[in-house]
């Protein structure tokens, strides 16, 4: 077996030091260019590759970032890894993902082992404030995603506000009158969510019912729809607090045939590649999903480089309204006079 060329060999083909040959690879200095030109040139010869574990002894880098994600299986967090991945492979970075699976009691044992392997962490997290000091106070680069940041940490997300306000204004301009918000309490941006929402209809005059969901999901949605559905004042207008909710929401109403929009309108939020294809097509706002991946990964870059003064503070993304055909204008004579809604279901 042919013995694989080690870092002293490249220094030898090179005419140069072993230091400088170790200076040179793990990017600690920098030389001249005829000097980096013979070492570039030896390492491609012998087809030599560094020991990333060696590597990571000299330079106290891993190579690798981390993402935390609280579901896999929401098209949202799979397009923000996506976006996260491109940007780091760009800048020779691995991603290691870790998906929490929605388990808030095995956060911080997951977020402290994927830690010790990477050199900075994204980080979408339902972890209270507390725990949430600890991991900041550990000194690695984070960058949290989905949730303001506390002590200036950088942090990105969606303006959850701007997208729920401009739900409300669309619906009221079609002549939705009754309309109720699926919510989803433990979710950070839920808040955000449903106060934009109350703002808007309030200055139509104007409330929204409520209703809450156990949990983001498709199963969630289709279970609390006969509820809503069959509630003694049924909304004519449903916004959900995401896309996955109103899928499942809208499989629920077909099944307890109730027409999509000819008797109720659905939004959702996300804009996941499948509300293109249910029938009608999902009305949502788009998140830029990708975006807040690719964004979150530079300012995490920026930290970890340390070439730069670090960006702190919350990072918005615009939201943007899609409209589809799970929403219409109401026919005049469907309109009624704006009145409020009767208090609160759970």
Do not use: W
């Amino acid at each position: 077996m042919k013995k694989k060329p080690t870092i002293r060999d490249v220094a030898a083909r090179a005419g140069v030091s072993i230091a400088t040959v170790s200076k040179f690879i793990n990017s600690t200095q920098r030389f001249t260019s005829a000097v980096e030109r013979k070492v570039q040139a030896a390492i491609d010869e012998l087809q030599y590759h560094s020991n990333p574990l060696a590597r990571s002894m000299i330079t106290g880098k891993t190579g690798a970032v981390g993402v935390v994600i609280l579901d896999i299986g929401n098209p949202h967090f799979t397009n923000v890894v996506k976006g996260a991945n491109r940007v780091a492979l760009e800048h020779g970075y691995n991603l290691l993902f870790v998906d929490t699976d929605e388990n808030q009691s095995r956060e911080e044992e997951l977020l402290d082992a994927l830690s010790r392997r990477v050199d900075g962490l994204i980080v979408s997290t339902r972890m209270p404030e507390e725990q949430l000091d600890r991991l900041l106070a550990s000194g690695k680069p984070v960058v949290l995603s989905g949730r303001v940041a506390p002590k200036g940490v950088p942090s990105i997300g969606i303006d959850a506000h701007a997208a729920a306000y401009m739900i409300g204004e669309l619906l009221v301009k079609q002549g939705h009158r009754k309309i109720a918000y699926l919510g989803f309490a433990p979710a950070r941006p839920d808040t955000e969510r449903y106060r934009g929402l109350s703002e808007s209809l309030a200055e139509h005059g104007l409330e929204v019912t409520r209703y809450e969901v156990g949990g983001p999901t498709i199963v969630e949605g289709e279970r609390i729809c006969s509820a809503v559905l069959l509630s003694k004042d049924k909304p004519d207008a449903i916004v959900c607090y995401n896309d996955m909710v109103a899928i499942g929401f809208m499989g629920g109403a077909k099944a307890l045939g109730v027409s999509i929009p000819e008797d109720i309108s659905i939004v959702g939020i996300d804009n996941i590649p499948f509300g293109r294809f249910t029938s009608p097509a999902l009305t949502t706002v788009d998140v830029q999903s990708e975006r807040l991946g690719e964004e979150g990964m530079r300012l995490l870059l920026r930290q970890i480089a340390g070439d730069a003064p670090p960006v702190t503070g919350h990072v918005a993304i615009e939201p943007r309204l899609v409209m589809r055909d799970s929403t219409r204008i109401r026919p005049p004579a469907a309109v009624a006079a704006p009145a409020k809604v009767k208090g609160r279901a759970r």
